[in-house]
């Protein structure tokens, strides 16, 4: 019996000596891979830098069209993907009576999310850059398509966990089917809406391969409606240029330390959203 004891000692003490381990491992190379790419790149992001475009004359590099661009597909892809991945997830959830094709939605749109973000690109310069040409309308619609399915998807899950109770008693007082899910279902999971849409912009930010296909790489400041029927870098395709085409790598350390703090805000901001919600149905 003593035995059996002693090696239950030692086995969890082996177990938890390898997950603290992983642990420290773990967080040592996140906080190693944000420490490396703000050490290298806050010194080199200047005013200058974030205030005007690039000139060759005056042999100036500025990163405010990129800034730009990134703003407005952001703008376009939010507009036309909230409505579309809510709408479907809403329809699935509450709608639609055969399961068998709810189920086969589900199952593409899990394969959709597992999709390589080039293999988007090459349907989106087929699609939709041969229709409107090389620019950000075409890289915004492909950025819908990949990011459609992970907003239905997070907006089923979300409308899953609104209580069946809640949707009885509405119809017993006599609500009609949309009046239920417009004051009743949305209104109980939309932090899980809002959250799903927040990681939907980090995840448009992050993106550039899709865009060196459709977007293009033009440097030039024009305004949202102009913008989005011309081409332009976003600031992952920029950096992206600036690293592998002129090898300015300070400007592109400075370009992943704005997109790193931005990813940053954007994560924070979905937990704060969630527990902003928690805290009022607390209440």
Request: proline share 2%; with cysteine; aromatic share 10%.
């Given at each position: 019996m003593e035995q059996i004891k002693k090696k239950r000692k030692r086995y969890r003490l082996g177990m938890g000596i390898l997950m603290g381990a992983s642990l420290f491992l773990t967080a040592g190379l996140v906080l190693f891979f944000i420490g490396y790419i703000l050490g290298n790149g806050l010194p080199n992001i200047t005013w200058e830098l974030l205030t005007t475009g690039p000139s060759y004359l005056q042999e100036r590099i500025g990163i405010l069209p990129d800034i730009l661009n990134t703003v407005y597909i952001v703008m376009a892809t939010l507009i036309l993907v909230i409505p579309l991945g809510v709408g479907a997830a809403v329809y699935l959830t509450e709608y639609a009576t055969n399961k068998k094709i709810v189920s086969v939605i589900e199952f593409a749109a899990e394969i959709l999310t597992g999709i390589p973000s080039i293999i988007y690109g090459l349907v989106g310069m087929l699609l939709f850059s041969n229709h409107f040409g090389t620019c950000l309308m075409a890289g915004a619609l492909t950025l819908v398509i990949m990011n459609l399915p992970t907003v239905m998807r997070t907006t089923q899950e979300s409308l899953k966990t609104v209580p069946r109770s809640?949707?009885?008693?509405?119809?017993?007082?006599?609500?009609?089917?949309?009046?239920?899910?417009?004051?009743?279902?949305?209104?109980?999971?939309?932090?899980?809406?809002?959250?799903?849409?927040?990681?939907s912009v980090g995840r448009i930010l992050g993106e550039s391969a899709a865009l060196l296909f459709t977007a293009g790489f033009a440097h030039a400041i024009n305004d949202i409606?102009?913008?989005?029927?011309?081409?332009?870098?976003?600031?992952?395709?920029?950096?992206?240029?600036?690293?592998?085409?002129?090898?300015?790598?300070?400007?592109?350390?400075?370009?992943?330390?704005?997109?790193?703090?931005?990813?940053?805000?954007?994560?924070?901001?979905?937990?704060?959203?969630?527990?902003?919600?928690?805290?009022?149905?607390?209440?």
């Open positions: 809640y949707r009885e008693g509405a119809f017993g007082l006599g609500a009609g089917k949309w009046r239920v899910v417009r004051t009743v279902v949305l209104p109980g999971c939309i932090d899980g809406v809002i959250t799903g849409c927040i990681l409606l102009y913008g989005l029927s011309a081409p332009g870098a976003t600031l992952t395709v920029a950096l992206y240029v600036y690293a592998k085409e002129q090898g300015e790598f300070g400007i592109a350390f400075a370009i992943a330390a704005i997109l790193l703090i931005l990813t940053l805000i954007i994560c924070l901001a979905a937990e704060l959203v969630q527990n902003s919600f928690r805290k009022r149905r607390c209440i």
